[in-house]
């Protein structure tokens, strides 16, 4: 009789888990609360996969081996606890993925940053010839690819959504970009839990993998000198390393270990910012391991695209600056991107509050905008903390209408900054839905 597999949630992670469930000869079962599109309906009922929507049907799910949960699913919800009881496991998308494949595995995780040096690293990789992919948080689904693809190398952006479900997983190099308050409406405000949830990225390496942590970030050195890390600790950071670790000096990446010290130029790098250079020498770090050579590191940083929805330059318009940052939906990001702007700002901020205290943006904001656009349904606490700061303060529920009271606003030379400091939900479909819509506002002007 074949192991019964259930899944629950139907977005990319799910029918990733799904398919390759179904690869491994289980018999699957997916479940999602919400409606299944017809064309994902057609796919699963092609593949021989079960599926229910609209509900979560306990029955269905009894006798299962275990249960892979989408990273959007809380772990406290009845159902979940329901089927703990009966002895099902519940593990994420990324432990049941790994389990499925030999392939070496570079885990990357942190509250901000992880996207950019997940990108730079599968970059160096891909140009360097390696047979990799790009999975996890970004990209195809992790399952999916382990089911339809051969890759021999794995590039994983890993949310603490994801590490909170795994059993065994073990990457050979994980890295930790930094973990400043971000989702404490998941873990009940304690800020000491998702610090817990960021370091299980460690918990099961080997003295044979490695561990990147970045020490510019007291809290991430303080968390890692209280956790029982067995693997080869790579401290990187812009003071200079002992003998094994990676620094920025001037106009240089030091890459530093056992046997050699590479030197890499970064005057030709795309990208600005302290916060960017520390995501480029994690990744040339991971490849410094791989013995990847320093000349292709900095070719391939060099050519360097950002990712989506990042800093993104949109348009200049009568010398005005647009930059689209909807991925800054926490207060450090939005931090760095007020932090990296040299010009007068008009900042669009707002959406789902996550707990944010707004106290660490303040000398910033007093020093550099010039205007405050509130676009969110409640933005009581954002009210509180900068009404009165900028000359100017308003509230908006449209897109399309912060970007043209921008506009106006705007003088030649300013900048137009979307960078949230919040999550997308309360108006938007996700924080790329958010960025699409400010940059066809911004061409449409």
Same mark, same amino acid.
């Given at each position: 009789m074949k192991k019964k597999l259930v899944v629950l949630g139907a977005g990319e992670s799910g029918i990733g888990a799904a398919i390759l469930g179904k690869q491994q000869g289980y018999d699957v079962f997916l479940s999602d609360k919400n409606k299944i599109s017809s064309s994902l309906q057609k796919l699963l009922t092609e593949k021989g996969i079960g599926w229910e929507e609209g509900q979560h049907s306990q029955e269905a799910m009894k006798g299962a081996s275990f249960a892979v949960k989408s990273p959007?699913?809380?772990?406290?919800?009845?159902?979940?606890?329901?089927?703990?009881?009966?002895?099902?496991?519940?593990?994420?998308?990324?432990e049941f993925a790994a389990q499925s494949t030999d392939a070496t595995l570079i885990g990357i995780t942190g509250t901000n940053g992880k996207t950019t040096t997940t990108m730079m690293?599968?970059?160096?990789?891909?140009?360097?010839?390696?047979?990799?992919?790009?999975?996890?948080?970004?990209?195809?689904?992790f399952?999916?690819?382990?089911?339809?693809?051969?890759?021999?190398?794995?590039?994983?952006?890993?949310?603490?959504?994801?590490?909170?479900?795994?059993e065994q997983f073990a990457p050979h190099i994980a890295v930790i970009t930094n973990i400043t308050p971000d989702h404490l409406d998941r873990y009940h405000y304690d800020f000491t839990a998702y610090i817990q949830a960021k370091l299980k990225i460690t918990q099961n390496q080997t003295p044979k993998n490695f561990f990147l942590f970045n020490t510019d970030d007291n809290v991430l050195v303080k968390a890692t000198q209280d956790y029982p890390i067995k693997a080869q600790q790579i401290p990187f950071g812009t003071s200079p390393q002992d003998d094994w670790g990676s620094y920025i000096k001037e106009d240089q990446l030091i890459l530093k270990n056992k046997n050699q010290t590479t030197?890499?130029?970064?005057?030709?790098?795309?990208? *600005?910012?302290?916060? &960017?250079?520390?995501? /480029?020498?994690? =990744?040339?770090?991971?490849?410094?391991?791989?013995? %990847?050579?320093?000349?292709?590191?900095?070719?391939?940083?060099?050519?360097?695209?950002?990712?989506?929805h990042r800093m993104e330059k949109v348009l200049t318009i009568q010398h005005v600056h647009y930059i689209n940052? *909807?991925?800054?939906? &926490?207060?450090?990001? /939005?931090?760095? =991107?007020?932090?990296?702007?040299?010009?007068?700002? %008009?900042?669009?901020?707002?959406g789902v509050d996550k707990g944010n205290d707004y106290h660490a943006?303040?000398?910033?904001?007093?020093?550099?905008?010039?205007?405050?656009?509130?676009l969110g349904v409640d933005n009581t606490k954002l009210r509180a903390a900068f009404e009165g700061v900028a000359e100017v303060f308003l509230e908006t529920e449209l897109m399309t209408e912060a970007v043209k009271i921008a506009h106006k606003l705007a003088a030649p030379k300013?900048?137009?900054?979307l960078s949230p400091a919040c999550a997308s939900f309360d108006l938007f479909k996700n924080y790329e839905d958010r960025g699409d819509q400010f940059k066809a506002a911004v061409r449409n002007l």
């Open positions: 959007g699913i809380p772990g406290d919800i009845p159902l979940l606890n329901a089927l703990k009881k009966e002895g099902i496991r519940i593990v994420s998308e990324i690293t599968y970059q160096i990789l891909k140009d360097a010839g390696y047979n990799v992919g790009l999975a996890g948080n970004i990209g195809k689904s399952a999916q690819q382990v089911a339809e693809e051969d890759y021999e190398y794995f590039v994983l952006e890993i949310s603490s959504f994801q590490l909170d479900d795994i030197m890499i130029q970064s005057l030709e790098f795309p990208f *600005s910012g302290r916060h &960017n250079l520390l995501n /480029a020498l994690a =990744a040339a770090t991971v490849a410094d391991i791989l013995s %990847i050579k320093k000349e292709s590191i900095r070719e391939s940083l060099t050519h360097f695209k950002g990712a989506p940052d *909807s991925k800054a939906t &926490n207060i450090n990001a /939005a931090y760095f =991107a007020l932090e990296s702007i040299q010009s007068p700002l %008009i900042w669009i901020v707002g943006l303040m000398p910033l904001v007093r020093k550099k905008a010039k205007a405050i656009i509130c300013d900048t137009v900054l």
